[in-house]
């Protein structure tokens, strides 16, 4: 820096004579040399930068006052005297041998005559001044101020850092983790993103200083959650662009990361606040992982953020911080289940309008569901089993209009199932299973036309169960076991219908045929009831049938034999505890003996009754796995 000052000012000191040169011929008087001075006198701001290189200026300037002297006016040659008037005739002659002559004669002699006016010294610099003989052609006189061009521009503010330098990104970089991070210790994964956007990375903040500051958060993250051991972690902490790193998504339109999408990638440690800081992500998407700690709050306060899913770790701290709440204008899905969160669901969870997700299963919530939640009519998802809600389903269920899908299971509800559930028009899959529900099921229920499954087992429900339920044609899974429902099985027709369980009810009546002509029916179980009648005939004609549990009735008559090709998916026939009649079939026995690792249970009243040799449906030696004695008649 002291270098290039130097030689500015020395260029300036070269401007400057050759202005003096012009002034002395021109006759101008000592203003000019006044102004000249002003212009380039160094200022207090100069000097404080390294006054040395100012010397060539100064220099020049006591120049400029020995040309001009005290008097004002420009000092000339002394007059002519005695001792050199010849000398002067003769060069005033045109012809050259006299002029030869004079100069010859010329001698260096000393004059008498005491002049006071003082000479000009010979300058020190090499630059040659203009000769003292007056020219033939006209000298232009030079102006009173100095001309501007004829003046160098020079800044003597200190030179900015390239960006794209060395010490321009060290620079940058460490302002950009201190922005974002703060003070942080040697090693940590900070200090390891650090080193690595210095001593690796090539980004530089020319055109885009979020380029950097994303970059630095990402390594943070990278370093925070067990990087090196992830299942997949392609390109990550390389100098490619962010958006070539496994999981990082990136805008088309912008280049910058929108999305974070690394679920079941073996992550661990912590999520780090850092993430918080790149303000163009969307999504965060890290569910199935092994991640620790609280989930960052500045998550929350994300401007674009939308989705956030962190779902099966084991994250601790609330479930509901307040910072949450400031992301209502964008935040569209909240995941956080199977975690080790806690909180209370709060009445400001109505402020959560765009709402769609709301998944909070697994955690240590408690409390009630409040009112405000019905609020969210842009739901479409409120899961949150097992999670210790007490109190009752809101009456205001019904409000939810977009609602899909509803699980309350595994807790503490206690109360009616609120009637208005059957405005839930578009509701496809409720699960209020394992709770403390009591009245009955409503008639309302049965008229979800797109109702898919609807578990509600494990409660202490009582009445029947609503007929309307047999016209729902794309109702798949329906259980109910475990309550004190009474009645008869309503005769289904779904075409779709694949798994029932009403075991451990008081239903009564026959088993409907109609359940065994769903092509899908995989799963049929009525245990312990009290069912009359025969078996179905076509029970054997469902083509996927898996279980089928008849056990724990008062079933009577025989047992249809499944005819060959049929029944090939079997695995579990119980039949026992009933009345029926008759021997076991071969086609079972056959069966058995075909599939032996598939057919694992076929279990009959095949053991003789107590004190006598009567056995109700004797089975084949190595046929049926378990025995029972059956009902006496």
Same mark, same amino acid.
């Given at each position: 820096?002291?270098?290039?000052?130097?030689?500015?000012?020395?260029?300036?000191?070269?401007?400057?004579?050759?202005?003096?040169?012009?002034?002395?011929?021109?006759?101008?008087?000592?203003?000019?040399?006044?102004?000249?001075?002003?212009?380039?006198?160094?200022?207090?701001?100069?000097?404080?930068?390294?006054? %040395?290189?100012?010397?060539?200026?100064?220099?020049?300037?006591?120049?400029?006052?020995?040309?001009?002297?005290?008097?004002?006016?420009?000092?000339?040659?002394?007059?002519?005297?005695?001792?050199?008037?010849?000398?002067?005739?003769?060069?005033?002659?045109?012809?050259?041998?006299?002029?030869?002559?004079?100069?010859?004669?010329?001698?260096?002699?000393?004059?008498?005559?005491?002049?006071?006016?003082?000479?000009?010294?010979?300058?020190?610099?090499?630059?040659?001044?203009?000769?003292?003989?007056?020219?033939?052609?006209?000298?232009?006189?030079?102006?009173?101020? @100095?001309?501007?061009?004829?003046?160098?521009?020079?800044?003597? #503010?200190?030179?900015?850092?390239?960006?794209?330098?060395?010490?321009?990104?060290?620079?940058?970089?460490?302002?950009?983790?201190?922005?974002?991070?703060?003070?942080?210790?040697?090693?940590?994964?900070?200090?390891?993103?650090?080193?690595?956007?210095?001593?690796?990375?090539?980004?530089?903040?020319?055109?885009?200083?979020?380029?950097?500051?994303?970059?630095?958060?990402?390594?943070?993250?990278?370093?925070?959650?067990?990087?090196?051991?992830?299942?997949?972690?392609?390109?990550?902490?390389?100098?490619?662009?962010?958006?070539?790193?496994?999981?990082?998504?990136?805008?088309?339109?912008?280049?910058?990361?929108?999305?974070?999408?690394?679920?079941?990638?073996?992550?661990?440690?912590?999520?780090?606040?850092?993430?918080?800081?790149?303000?163009?992500?969307?999504?965060?998407?890290?569910?199935?992982?092994?991640?620790?700690?609280?989930?960052?709050?500045?998550?929350?306060?994300?401007? #674009?953020?939308?989705?956030?899913?962190?779902?099966?770790?084991?994250?601790?701290?609330?479930?509901?911080?307040?910072?949450?709440?400031?992301?209502?204008?964008?935040?569209?899905?909240?995941?956080?289940?199977?975690?080790?969160?806690?909180?209370?669901?709060?009445?400001?969870?109505?402020?959560?309008?765009?709402?769609?997700?709301?998944?909070?299963?697994?955690?240590?919530?408690?409390?009630?569901?409040?009112?405000?939640?019905?609020?969210?009519?842009?739901?479409?998802?409120?899961?949150?089993?097992?999670?210790?809600?007490?109190?009752?389903?809101?009456?205001?269920?019904?409000?939810?209009?977009?609602?899909?899908?509803?699980?309350?299971?595994?807790?503490?509800?206690?109360?009616?199932?609120?009637?208005?559930?059957?405005?839930?028009?578009?509701?496809?899959?409720?699960?209020?299973?394992?709770?403390?529900?009591?009245?009955?099921?409503?008639?309302?229920?049965?008229?979800?036309?797109?109702?898919?499954?609807?578990?509600?087992?494990?409660?202490?429900?009582?009445?029947?169960?609503?007929?309307?339920?047999?016209?729902?044609?794309?109702?798949?899974?329906?259980?109910?076991?475990?309550?004190?429902?009474?009645?008869?099985? %309503?005769?289904?027709?779904? %075409?779709?219908?694949?798994?029932?369980?009403?075991?451990?009810?008081?239903?009564?009546?026959?088993?409907?045929?109609?359940?065994?002509?769903?092509?899908?029916?995989?799963?049929?179980?009525?245990?312990?009831?009290?069912?009359?009648?025969?078996?179905?005939?076509?029970?054997?004609?469902?083509?996927?049938?898996?279980?089928?549990?008849?056990?724990?009735?008062?079933?009577?008559?025989?047992?249809?034999? @499944?005819?060959?090709?049929?029944?090939?998916?079997?695995?579990?026939?119980?039949?026992?505890?009933?009345?029926?009649?008759?021997?076991?079939?071969?086609?079972?026995?056959?069966?058995?003996?075909?599939?032996?690792?598939?057919f694992l249970f076929l279990q009959a009243d095949c053991e003789p009754f107590d004190g006598t040799d009567d056995i109700a449906n004797p089975c084949a030696?190595?046929?049926?796995?378990?025995?029972?004695?059956?009902?006496?008649?």
């Amino acid at each position: 820096m002291h270098l290039n000052a130097r030689v500015l000012s020395l260029v300036l000191a070269t401007h400057l004579l050759q202005h003096l040169a012009s002034a002395v011929d021109s006759k101008v008087d000592q203003r000019t040399t006044r102004k000249l001075r002003g212009i380039f006198t160094p200022s207090v701001e100069t000097t404080s930068l390294d006054e %040395p290189f100012m010397v060539p200026l100064m220099d020049a300037m006591r120049m400029a006052e020995d040309k001009v002297g005290k008097g004002g006016k420009i000092s000339k040659a002394p007059k002519s005297t005695k001792c050199n008037s010849k000398s002067s005739k003769a060069s005033k002659s045109t012809k050259a041998s006299k002029s030869s002559k004079s100069s010859k004669s010329t001698k260096s002699t000393d004059c008498e005559d005491g002049s006071t006016e003082p000479t000009l010294n010979p300058a020190p610099s090499p630059i040659a001044l203009t000769s003292s003989t007056p020219s033939r052609s006209p000298t232009v006189m030079a102006s009173s101020a @100095p001309s501007t061009s004829a003046v160098p521009s020079i800044s003597l #503010e200190p030179t900015a850092f390239d960006c794209a330098s060395d010490a321009g990104r060290a620079r940058d970089a460490k302002q950009i983790a201190e922005d974002i991070s703060g003070s942080f210790d040697v090693n940590s994964p900070q200090d390891l993103a650090l080193d690595w956007l210095l001593n690796v990375d090539i980004s530089n903040a020319c055109e885009d200083i979020s380029i950097m500051s994303d970059r630095f958060a990402l390594a943070v993250f990278y370093y925070s959650a067990g990087g090196v051991d992830w299942i997949n972690n392609s390109g990550w902490i390389s100098t490619d662009s962010a958006c070539d790193w496994h999981g990082v998504v990136c805008s088309d339109l912008t280049g910058k990361p929108t999305e974070l999408r690394l679920k079941q990638n073996a992550l661990s440690g912590s999520f780090p606040d850092e993430i918080g800081a790149i303000e163009s992500i969307t999504v965060i998407q890290v569910f199935q992982n092994n991640l620790t700690g609280a989930i960052p709050a500045t998550i929350y306060t994300l401007p #674009e953020i939308v989705a956030v899913d962190f779902e099966e770790n084991q994250f601790t701290g609330e479930l509901f911080p307040d910072e949450l709440f400031s992301a209502s204008a964008t935040l569209k899905f909240y995941r956080v289940g199977n975690n080790a969160l806690s909180g209370t669901i709060p009445n400001a969870i109505s402020n959560l309008t765009l709402l769609r997700d709301l998944w909070i299963s697994d955690n240590n919530v408690g409390g009630d569901i409040p009112d405000s939640l019905t609020e969210l009519v842009n739901l479409k998802s409120f899961l949150a089993s097992n999670s210790g809600l007490g109190g009752t389903i809101p009456p205001q269920i019904g409000n939810l209009e977009n609602l899909l899908q509803l699980d309350l299971s595994s807790n503490n509800l206690g109360g009616v199932i609120p009637e208005s559930i059957g405005t839930l028009s578009k509701l496809e899959k409720m699960y209020i299973q394992g709770n403390a529900l009591t009245g009955s099921i409503p008639n309302s229920s049965s008229q979800i036309l797109l109702l898919n499954e609807f578990f509600a087992d494990d409660n202490n429900l009582v009445g029947s169960i609503p007929s309307g339920f047999s016209e729902l044609t794309n109702l798949q899974n329906f259980t109910l076991a475990n309550n004190t429902l009474t009645g008869e099985i %309503p005769p289904f027709t779904s %075409p779709v219908l694949t798994f029932i369980d009403f075991k451990n009810n008081r239903l009564t009546d026959e088993i409907p045929s109609s359940i065994f002509e769903s092509p899908e029916l995989r799963v049929m179980i009525v245990s312990n009831n009290l069912l009359t009648g025969t078996i179905p005939v076509n029970y054997a004609t469902a083509p996927k049938l898996t279980d089928l549990w008849l056990n724990g009735n008062f079933l009577t008559g025989p047992i249809p034999d @499944p005819l060959p090709g049929q029944l090939l998916n079997i695995e579990e026939v119980l039949l026992y505890n009933n009345t029926l009649s008759g021997d076991v079939p071969d086609g079972f026995c056959t069966l058995r003996e075909d599939f032996p690792d598939q057919f694992l249970f076929l279990q009959a009243d095949c053991e003789p009754f107590d004190g006598t040799d009567d056995i109700a449906n004797p089975c084949a030696p190595g046929c049926c796995t378990t025995c029972f004695q059956g009902r006496q008649v």
